[in-house]
């Protein structure tokens, strides 16, 4: 759920739970913690930790930002280079497609994948009339197996979890076995195969590359994003949550709360609560 689930809801909904258990605890044990909070220093103590934590949490994100900007500032003959290999990518991917078709996402690339991948590993089994019964037998599980594997890949419509999810089914996905796989099974036919043969396992090899490639291509993409989303967010919550917990740290010093109850709690636990929920919404 943390990972699949929309996380400004997942959060909410902690921050929620977090503040509403300081309420509940105050409501049945009232006098001991109004005794317990009273002891300002010690709360004190632990809403400037709480801050040196937030403080810390920016200096963080602000060094990712800045490792993934060096990334994307290389030299201009790196830039040429990802740029020359993006587009060969993109050419050798667009030969897979049917026409109209553009896989510019993960879910439209597993799909094409899915599909391209189990067409060829079915194209196998036309040449296995001359080959010896074990040896066909194998080949057909394998076909059966990679076509099972790749359906699951390309079953994308009713996933939940956005973007993530659907890359997460590409993640998960084991080509490398396949690959090895595919070519025990070529070797295993040797000379007696014919060239249409080879070249079949050729061409099912190849698109498991192609898709190895095409993987990291946009996992590499969906984290840029996630780290340059990530870290507006933080910097968009902890900043002023920098500031409540400042100011709630100046005020119990103070003495300065506000003058107001909540279901019939004293002002120090509601505010005390909101303070302690605020610091940890980062």
Request: hydrophobic letters at 45%.
């Amino acid at each position: 759920m943390l990972l699949e689930a929309n996380r400004m809801a997942v959060t909410g909904a902690l921050l929620t739970l977090v503040f509403g258990s300081f309420l509940l605890l105050g409501t049945v044990w009232t006098f001991e913690m109004q005794n317990l909070l009273t002891e300002t220093s010690t709360v004190q103590t632990v809403l400037n930790t709480l801050l040196s934590g937030m403080i810390l949490l920016v200096s963080i994100v602000v060094s990712i930002n800045s490792i993934v900007l060096s990334h994307d500032m290389s030299a201009l003959n790196n830039q040429e280079d990802r740029i020359e290999g993006t587009m060969e990518f993109r050419r050798n991917l667009g030969e897979l497609t049917r026409a109209g078709e553009s896989p510019s996402d993960p879910g439209s690339f597993l799909t094409v994948m899915s599909r391209t991948i189990r067409e060829r590993a079915q194209r196998l089994d036309d040449d296995l009339d001359g080959a010896e019964a074990a040896l066909a037998e194998e080949v057909r599980e394998y076909v059966s197996s990679v076509a099972e594997t790749a359906g699951q890949l390309g079953d994308v419509e009713d996933t939940s979890g956005a973007e993530f999810a659907v890359l997460w089914k590409g993640i998960e996905f084991q080509y490398g076995a396949q690959i090895e796989q595919s070519r025990q099974l070529k070797r295993s036919f040797g000379s007696d195969s014919s060239g249409e043969t080879a070249e079949r396992f050729d061409r099912l090899i190849e698109a498991f590359e192609l898709f190895a490639i095409g993987k990291e291509y946009f996992k590499t993409l969906y984290y840029t994003q996630e780290v340059s989303r990530l870290s507006q967010t933080l910097l968009v919550i902890t900043l002023p949550a920098i500031l409540i917990n400042a100011s709630t740290i100046l005020a119990i010093n103070a003495g300065l709360l506000p003058d107001f109850w909540l279901l019939g709690l004293p002002p120090l636990q509601t505010f005390v609560a909101a303070a302690f929920t605020v610091s940890l919404a980062p």
